[in-house]
């Protein structure tokens, strides 16, 4: 998670799914996971309240990005023009551009949320020389075990560290899914900004290297929410607000299809166009998720004074 000072960076702007398998998100897992191995409360809620928020400042704030491809195979080395195409979705998703906001139904058009980050590969590294803001690391590690290998990609002998967690978006590419087994595959994964995790060597979003990278894919932009903070917005069969937004109605339980467009769940229209969300159609950020996310970078990150 990006805090304290940015680096005077110059940037530059730049899947098929697993049969009979659900795409499932680890963020809260993992998150609770890391406070309970530091004795803390594994009250998420509670955790992201505590979290640092700044003020919510107006225009576009660069994000600058740094892409860890991590592979075993020819496969897994995923080409720059796929990277390219991910940040270009973040950058759509993140600045409230993606053309398929159309599809929000109308009781929800008013809270369609612009969150104003604009993703970008650094151009210079920590030391100040000149990068594509990709890097490229062989490892002997056929595939990474979210459960038991989490953070193995994040360094050597298996991976590579992070570039300073205060200054960039690490993301770290590589296979997460093929020696998955059972009903769910996990495709992406990033700790919520709690627990010490901002600026420490796991800061940063994983994603495997079969998902994320075709056109309209959001792996990205759903686990980037959770990078800055976002809870998901249901809860496990219970009907209370989750994610602490008024904007985003309560819900009980993910939801997948967006065929039935009167869905109601705790009495409430569900909101399946939602990132947070699990659905194929999610398409948008609410006013408060996106003042959210505002207020974390701007509360953990004072930008480098020129």
């Known amino acids: 998670m990006l805090r304290k000072t940015f680096l005077l960076l110059a940037v530059a702007f730049a899947a098929a799914p697993l049969a009979a398998q659900t795409e499932h998100c680890m963020a809260h897992t993992i998150t609770q996971r890391h406070l309970q191995a530091q004795g803390l409360s594994t009250d998420l809620a509670s955790a992201m309240a505590q979290v640092p928020r700044g003020?919510?400042?107006?225009g576009v704030q660069t994000v600058p990005v740094v892409v860890h491809v991590v592979w075993n195979t020819a496969a897994e080395n995923i080409p720059d023009a796929s990277i390219n195409q991910m940040v270009a979705q973040l950058n759509l998703d993140y600045q409230q551009q993606n053309t398929d906001l159309s599809q929000v139904r109308a009781a929800f058009t008013g809270v369609i949320g612009n969150v104003g980050f604009a993703f970008c590969l650094a151009s210079l590294d920590p030391n100040g020389n000149a990068?594509?803001?990709?890097?490229?690391?062989?490892?002997?590690?056929?595939?990474?075990?979210?459960?038991?290998?989490?953070?193995?990609?994040?360094?050597?002998?298996?991976?590579?560290t992070a570039w300073d967690p205060d200054s960039y978006l690490?993301?770290?590419?590589?296979?997460?899914?093929?020696?998955?087994?059972?009903?769910?595959?996990?495709?992406?994964?990033a700790y919520l900004p709690t627990g010490g995790v901002v600026g420490s060597n796991i800061d940063g979003f994983v994603i495997d290297y079969d998902y994320g990278f075709g056109t309209g894919e959001r792996t990205a932009t759903h686990e980037i929410g959770h990078y800055?903070?976002?809870?998901?917005?249901?809860?496990?069969?219970?009907?209370?607000?989750?994610?602490?937004?008024?904007?985003?109605?309560?819900?009980?339980?993910?939801?997948?299809?967006?065929?039935?467009?009167?869905?109601?769940?705790c009495g409430v229209l569900t909101q399946y166009e939602n990132f947070m969300d699990y659905a194929s159609c999610s398409v948008m950020f609410t006013d408060q998720q996106s003042a959210s996310m505002a207020g974390v970078l701007n509360g953990t990150c004072q930008p480098a004074q020129q």
């Open 228 to 265: 800055f903070g976002l809870l998901h917005p249901f809860d496990n069969n219970n009907c209370t607000n989750a994610d602490g937004f008024a904007d985003t109605p309560t819900t009980d339980s993910p939801t997948f299809s967006c065929s039935n467009t009167t869905l109601q769940k």
């Open 131 to 160: 990068t594509t803001g990709i890097t490229r690391t062989q490892t002997t590690e056929t595939w990474f075990d979210p459960d038991t290998e989490t953070d193995d990609m994040k360094s050597p002998p298996k991976g590579i």
């Open 55 to 58: 003020s919510v400042r107006g």
């Open 170 to 189: 690490n993301i770290w590419v590589c296979d997460i899914t093929s020696g998955a087994t059972g009903g769910t595959v996990t495709v992406g994964y």
